[in-house]
């Protein structure tokens, strides 16, 4: 049977960059059931890198989100990827909705984000044109990258190492050896077995499942799964925008919000509804909704304009209230060598490089 140091099972960014990272220094090996990397939540979503502004203080969130930003744009500048710096502005329609900006702009501090900055009527307009608000805040460091050029540049890590990416393989079961584990895999129709030393399961949406087939993991190490789709509306023709425009954050997201692309094509999105499965349809008759949702902060927009384009889904790990990433290693579940990543929903793209690198911090070196 073939042992390498560590296998990672899930080719969404994540998963990706954990094993480019273990690479350096392990055999590393990352599977997909898919045919191609990055299916699911790492390609269907606002390709936004994130500041840090939102995430309750000394969360994982907070932390990776933070720190992630800054690998980030290192790691783009140094692999080439495409990514634009644009800023955002964050808008208050109400009193209500401003005490709530101030209560944004300090958490900020509390995670480290430095150089958010209020508007001045003046400055507001100018950031963001036919915009109605009372206030503004101003994020520099928010941007947007190509995800899936992104995704290319870890494989291209990867491989540069040695590792290798197999798509087309699902995780079948493992269990704990002496040596770590031995895995079975199902290669288009034909079992394999492998062993590994470690194994990072960072199967995003599929993360829950492939828990329940790791024997001697206590299932109550293994949270429940809530699927929140969440839809996006395109932008037909121009628009006023230079930055992203974004309301003031809702119960499940961060509200249905202007981002553009590295194109400048204008999108709106994501609304938020928790589904029973895994259900990419998207329902044009949530335009009336978007298009409320669009003119609180942009009057002016047209509503023939907007069009359905297309849905992800978030891996909630409950329906209410603030969550965070579960990074759970041996300390908590007590199996060696395994590392669960669960509910790894935004800013998941923006902390994917510093997740991976607090993975490889917390396994042992190989022997």
């Not at 094993?19 to 990397?37: R, T, Y």
């Not at 692309?261 to 589904?275: E, K, M, S, V």
């Amino acid at each position: 049977m073939e042992h390498i140091d560590t296998l990672v099972i899930g080719a969404g960014v994540v998963g990706l960059a954990t094993a480019a990272k273990l690479s350096q220094n392990q055999d590393v090996i990352v599977i997909e059931q898919g045919s191609h990397f990055g299916e699911h939540t790492s390609s269907r979503n606002s390709e936004v890198i994130h500041a840090g502004i939102y995430y309750p203080s000394n969360s994982g969130k907070a932390q990776h989100c933070v720190e992630g930003k800054t690998l980030l744009y290192q790691h783009c500048k140094e692999y080439g990827v495409p990514f634009a710096q644009l800023g955002k502005v964050i808008t208050a329609q109400t009193a209500d909705e401003a005490q709530t900006l101030e209560v944004l702009f300090q958490q900020a501090k509390h995670n480290g984000v430095t150089d958010l900055y209020w508007l001045s009527k003046a400055e507001l307009q100018a950031k963001a044109p036919q915009v109605h608000a009372r206030e503004g805040l101003f994020s520099p460091s928010t941007g947007i990258v190509d995800s899936h050029q992104l995704m290319l540049s870890l494989i291209a890590q990867l491989e540069r190492n040695q590792g290798q990416f197999v798509p087309n393989t699902e995780f079948v079961a493992a269990h704990s050896t002496p040596q770590g584990f031995a895995v079975e895999l199902n290669c288009g129709g034909e079992i394999f077995q492998l062993s590994c030393t470690n194994l990072i399961n960072a199967g995003g949406l599929f993360a829950q499942q492939n828990a329940a087939k790791i024997a001697g993991l206590n299932h109550t190490h293994i949270p429940p799964l809530h699927y929140c789709r969440g839809q996006y509306f395109s932008y037909q023709g121009k628009h006023p925008f230079k930055h992203l425009i974004y309301p003031v954050p809702q119960q499940h997201g961060l509200g249905i919000h202007a981002t553009l692309d590295l194109a400048g094509q204008l999108r709106f999105g994501p609304d938020t509804q928790f589904i029973e499965s895994l259900d990419y349809t998207t329902d044009s008759s949530a335009l009336e909704t978007f298009y409320q949702a669009i003119r609180r902060y942009w009057p002016s927009v047209d509503k023939s304009r907007l069009q359905i384009d297309y849905a992800g889904i978030r891996p909630k790990l409950q329906t209410a209230g603030p969550q965070d990433f579960v990074i759970d290693c041996e300390v908590q579940h007590g199996v060696k060598g395994l590392i669960n990543l669960f509910g790894i929903e935004s800013p998941g793209l923006t902390a994917c490089l510093s997740i991976a690198k607090l993975v490889t911090e917390q396994l042992e070196p190989s022997e």
